[in-house]
T-cell receptor, first 114, second 114 residues
Framework: SAVISQKPSRDICQRGTSLTIQCQVD?????MFWYRQQPGQSLTLIAT?????????ESGFVIDKFPISRPNLTFSTLTVSNMSPEDSSIYLC???????????FGEGSRLTVL | DAKTTQPPSMDCAEGRAANLPCNHS???????VYWYRQIHSQGPQYIIH???NNETNEMASLIITEDRKSSTLILPHATLRDTAVYYC???????????????FGKGTKLSVKP
């Protein structure tokens, strides 16, 4: 199994600022994904973090708002840019090996925007 | 959109088997059935997955019907700690671009009662 660590675990931010969330995996993985979970809701996929190339975004999510980096096989960042209160959510990193294997999740980063 | 249908909630008595149904009538031949659960304020936890054969591990059993249009997750002896939201997900077999990720539906909220 893979252990996924996210930083920060929680933060309170001001409207208009940006926050970068880090995701560190304890082993090399082929796939990394970023999800958002709004209060009382299920998880929504934001994007696939591709190593060495631009992330693949799902409908409704754009690179200018959620830039993603993945410099190697164990690390990725998600930035939430120009934040508004509607961005208050839990952001989760997911990673795994192989397309038919398990995907593991971090504990999430709880973001509150005032 | 999620390709599965689950009851929104279920109750189970502690020590009894919890049987969680899932309908995935539009599943295609190259899609696996995955189950995850999310305990309050934690990241989703992988439980089990399968393609067409029944599967069992230390946490649960997965029963997939012969036509693969539905499945049942079985927790053989439910405990209070099994209270969580359980997600049934179909996942594409072939990885490329946005394939290989997990698309979450609303899940089933399982309440295990003493």
């Amino acid at each position: 199994s893979a252990v996924i660590s996210q930083k920060p675990s929680r933060d309170i931010c001001q409207r208009g600022t940006s926050l970068t969330i880090q995701c560190q995996v304890d082993s090399q993985v082929t796939m990394m994904f970023w999800y958002r979970q709004q209060p009382g809701q299920s998880l929504t996929l934001i994007a696939t973090a591709n190593q060495g190339s631009e992330a693949t975004y799902e409908s409704g999510f754009v690179i200018d708002k959620f830039p993603i980096s993945r410099p190697n096989l164990t690390f990725s960042t998600l930035t939430v840019s120009n934040m508004s209160p509607e961005d208050s959510s839990i952001y989760l990193c997911s990673a795994g090996q192989g397309f038919a294997g398990e995907l593991f999740f971090g504990e999430g980063s709880r973001l509150t925007v005032l | 959109d999620a390709k599965t249908t689950q009851p929104p909630s279920m109750d189970c008595a502690e020590g009894r088997a919890a049987n969680l149904p899932c309908n995935h009538s539009t599943i295609s031949g190259n899609e696996y059935v995955y189950w995850y659960r999310q305990i309050h304020s934690q990241g989703p936890q992988y439980i089990i997955h399968g393609l067409k054969n029944n599967e069992t591990n230390e946490m649960a059993s997965l029963i997939i019907t012969e036509d693969r249009k539905s499945s049942t997750l079985i927790l053989p002896h439910a405990t209070l700690r099994d209270t969580a939201v359980y997600y049934c997900i179909v996942r594409l077999l072939n990885y490329g671009g946005s394939q290989g990720n997990l698309i979450f539906g609303k899940g089933t909220k399982l309440s295990v009662k003493p």
